[in-house]
């Protein structure tokens, strides 16, 4: 369908990133803590995608030292994940504690 994988790479760049937008503008859930979930792991497809940009981008100019940049953009962009996944869990009060006196254990 595309010439290179070059031009393949940038096309899903870019329709990953025009989801992105689409699903924040949609608001598909009724909570707006899903929606920031949705919308930030949206951005880590798309951050998934300017990797492989890169890694292409590395094959063909054959410039070292790539694989520790591409690296350090998904780890960051994973512990960025893990800290929203942590805030939102202990924001949405979504369970709430057990009260002695309602007779649970």
Do not use: N
């Not at 393949?8 to 329709?15: G, H, I, N, W």
């Not at 929606?35 to 410039?63: N, P, Q, R, W």
């Amino acid at each position: 369908l595309f010439g290179t994988r070059g031009v393949q790479s940038v096309v899903a760049l870019f329709v990953s990133l025009f989801f992105v937008i689409l699903f924040r503008e949609l608001k598909p859930y009724h909570d707006a803590s899903t929606d920031t979930l949705a919308y930030v792991c949206g951005y880590f497809t798309v951050l998934c995608a300017i990797s492989l940009v890169v890694l292409d981008m590395k094959s063909t100019e054959h410039v070292e030292g790539w694989g520790g940049t591409v690296a350090t953009l998904l780890f960051t962009g994973m512990g960025v994940l893990l800290v929203l996944v942590l805030y939102l869990q202990r924001a949405s009060h979504a369970v709430a504690p057990a009260d002695a006196h309602d007779g649970a254990a």
